[in-house]
């Protein structure tokens, strides 16, 4: 079973060293996923790109073949390809599978997939017709295969519908960001292309940095959490006289978002501010919104003044799509983890995926046309403290396990309650604590002085790693609970602290 490397089908999508997917292995994969497009799926064709990652091309090129040759057509988007921008390709094409190649802000040699069925519907653990990803990994280790007339390989470039459809949607027009001074860093990932002729066409003047995608990463990992890769774009950032900056990761489905003078507003806070204008375009009562269980509460109450019900949900992009399709009153979805999801319209049809193009173009317009909207949220920012998610590596399962019954235990014995299922039953799969506030947060909400979350996970993208996020009324409330985690931890083999 190891020699097959059936360790790289995750939660959410496939991930692994490139080294141990090898050719061979890569062909096995892509005819276990033939097998199930066709004959589960139900679908005569598919959609595939690859991201910015040196190792892209080769299995992009691999897989295009092996998919023809077993009698699916294959429509190829040439180049790097966002995933985002691959996002829509297939919104365009609801009727195809699709599949990214790539493997978003991990290390340069790790490579992945990312799949869907048709009408954009994640494929992931659990989630999709027969088990979704379970039953391709089930193909993939019975060796299935499949034949038929070999179908046809041909080019769809979405750039210019891509771009075209984010500015309407975003109410940006050309000309519209005419002088908003803008610093844009994209770790020399994949969403440089779009971004900068987007923002060109709104008439910005923006600052890109590191826009040339190359696999390599040579500022690090490229993820926008770690400040040793965005040093290079803060002190630019810093030293410049810039309204709005934003840091990308490297397949551009995450954006960071920070004001002029470097200070940085949560993702929760930034969706908060642009909900008002999002809720615009859907008329009526009755609509909701997701928050992972990491958001502020401050943000969460703020969300609810824009006339929606907030509830909480767990974190993984496949998981919060497959939540937003199953309820068609909800009209988007935020994570703390700078992904911003929302029910997109395109012929017809209703697609909840990411578009973080359309999420950079709303940001700055909001920001242009009602900049106190942000200022009152940073305002409000201030007011509370946050310790930005970590982690600790542990040796086993069983330890990490331990690790986190006794983090809730030393909560719960300081007068948290634990909360570890969504109002409709689904489970978390991560447990959010919480002292001085409700689990239910409305507009209304008052919160005690000494009000505490902490939310606690496990990883399914990164072996043995657990993580924590903190959030308070005060400083000193939220570095005491971080303490408190890094004291207890070590008892159960934790490494050390690990961001990212």
Not at 274 to 291: N, S
Not at 411 to 417: K, Q, Y
């Amino acid at each position: 079973m190891n020699s097959l490397n059936s360790s790289m089908f995750r939660a959410y999508d496939i991930r692994t060293p490139a080294a141990l997917l090898t050719s061979d292995l890569a062909a096995r994969l892509v005819r276990a996923e033939a097998v199930y497009f066709r004959e589960v799926l139900g679908v005569r064709g598919v959609l595939v790109a690859h991201d910015a990652r040196s190792t892209g091309p080769r299995y992009l090129q691999q897989g295009a073949q092996i998919f023809s040759a077993s009698g699916l057509d294959v429509l190829v988007v040439p180049g790097v390809c966002s995933t985002s921008e691959f996002y829509f390709a297939a919104m365009r094409h609801p009727e195809r599978a699709a599949v990214m190649f790539g493997a978003s802000h991990n290390p340069a040699g790790d490579t992945g997939q990312k799949i869907l069925g048709p009408g954009v519907r994640p494929i992931a653990e659990h989630i999709g017709p027969e088990g979704g990803l379970d039953c391709i990994r089930q193909l993939y280790i019975d060796g299935a295969a499949t034949s038929g007339a070999p179908g046809r390989i041909s080019a769809y470039d979405p750039t210019e519908e891509y771009i075209a459809y984010s500015m309407k949607l975003a109410g940006v027009e050309a000309g519209a960001l005419s002088g908003l001074c803008l610093l844009q860093d994209y770790l020399n990932g994949a969403a440089g292309r779009e971004m900068m002729l987007a923002f060109a066409r709104a008439g910005a003047a923006l600052q890109p940095l590191h826009f040339a995608a190359d696999g390599s990463f040579p500022l690090g990992d490229p993820n926008p959490v770690k400040s040793a890769v965005i040093a290079e774009g803060m002190a630019a950032l810093r030293a410049g006289n810039f309204t709005l900056a934003t840091f990308f990761d490297g397949d551009g489905d995450r954006i960071d978002f920070y004001r002029g003078d470097a200070a940085y507003l949560s993702s929760s806070f930034t969706y908060a501010a642009m909900l008002p204008e999002i809720r615009k375009r859907f008329a009526g009562p009755g609509w909701g919104v997701y928050a992972d269980l990491k958001s502020n509460p401050l943000a969460v109450m703020e969300m609810a003044r824009a006339g929606v019900v907030v509830n909480v949900i767990r974190n993984g992009h496949s998981q919060i799509k497959s939540a937003m399709f199953d309820d068609p009153a909800m009209i988007g979805t935020v994570e703390e983890s700078a992904h911003f999801y929302e029910a997109f319209s395109l012929d017809g049809g209703r697609y909840c995926t990411e578009n973080t193009l359309y999420i950079a173009l709303l940001a700055a317009r909001v920001w242009r046309e009602a900049p106190e909207r942000f200022e009152a949220l940073f305002e409000l920012q201030a007011q509370t403290s946050r310790e930005r998610e970590w982690g600790y590596k542990f040796p086993d399962d069983a330890r990490r396990a331990a690790a986190l019954d006794a983090v809730q235990a030393h909560f719960e014995s300081e007068g948290a309650r634990a909360l570890s299922r969504m109002p409709n039953g689904y489970d978390l799969e991560a447990t959010m604590m919480r002292r001085g506030l409700p689990f239910d947060i409305t507009a209304e909400t008052r919160l005690a002085s000494d009000w505490l979350q902490v939310c606690q996970r496990i990883s399914q993208s990164e072996n043995g790693l657990a993580r924590w996020e903190v959030v308070a009324a005060t400083p000193e409330i939220a570095a005491d609970a971080k303490r408190a985690i890094a004291r207890i931890v070590p008892q159960f083999g934790a490494g050390a602290e690990y961001q990212g």
